[in-house]
């Protein structure tokens, strides 16, 4: 079992709708978890983090943190085209500050 | 302020040399950590370096290494280069709330 697991997609949606991306992890032991927008050629740019179990919100993004199911989501409320990007979930190991990312989800928003 | 700054951008190298990648990370920031990132494998993470020590290592042959400079910034560097080295290497800078990336160095082995 992957130690970070995303559905690789494509994940379509059309523009204005709410697109919602998933992430499971193996352990019981990681507390921090991050989700990161990565644009073809470019390098990833950070989204946001969370912690703490529940939803984090920064303007159209959620992210939802469910520690007992090792489970972690961002939804993207009102998607725009310039959302279309791969979307990197990752967590941070137990010491240090080693990220273990997920092989991504494609996002396509079309207009 | 700055960002994190990784040098160079690009590189082509021939099989069987060796190549040295430099990364500065966001001025006070003192953990600097490696990722490869191809098609296949996605990011996978190199190593991290605090305040001039290896904290974490992963799952890397020994060509792959790396160090800290006392000013923060650290360098990787890749022995006898093989073709299935080519990808984009990043460096990410941070201190637990978030990890910031550098624009990477796509390095090409031909």
């Known amino acids: 079992q992957k130690e970070v697991e995303q559905n690789s997609g494509p994940l379509s949606v059309p523009e204005g709708a709410i697109a919602s991306l998933n992430c499971t992890y193996s352990d019981r032991v990681s507390q921090s978890f991050f989700w990161y927008r990565q644009y073809s050629g470019k390098s990833p740019e950070l989204i946001m983090s969370?912690?703490?179990?529940g939803d984090k919100e920064d303007g159209r993004f959620t992210a939802q943190l469910n520690k007992a199911s090792q489970y972690v989501s961002l939804l993207i409320r009102d998607s725009q085209p310039s959302d279309s990007a791969t979307y990197l979930c990752?967590?941070?190991?137990?010491?240090?500050?080693?990220?273990?990312f997920g092989t991504g989800t494609r996002l396509a928003v079309r207009p | 302020k700055a960002g994190v700054t990784q040098t160079p951008r690009y590189l082509i190298k021939t099989r069987g040399q060796q190549v040295t990648l430099s990364c500065s990370p966001i001025s006070g920031h003192r953990s600097v950590s490696w990722y490869q990132q191809t098609p296949g494998q996605g990011l996978q993470f190199l190593f991290e370096?605090?305040?001039?020590?290896?904290?974490n290592k992963g799952n890397f042959p020994g060509r792959f290494s790396g160090r800290q400079f006392s000013n923060s910034r650290s360098e990787m560097n890749v022995s006898t280069l093989e073709l299935g080295d080519s990808a984009l290497y990043l460096c990410?800078?941070?201190?637990?709330?978030?990890?910031?990336f550098g624009s990477g160095t796509r390095l090409t082995v031909v």
């Open positions: 990752a967590k941070r190991g137990s010491s240090g500050d080693k990220l273990t």
């Open positions: 370096y605090f305040s001039e020590t290896q904290r």
């Open positions: 990410a800078s941070g201190q637990g709330d978030g990890y910031t």
């Open positions: 969370i912690y703490s179990n």
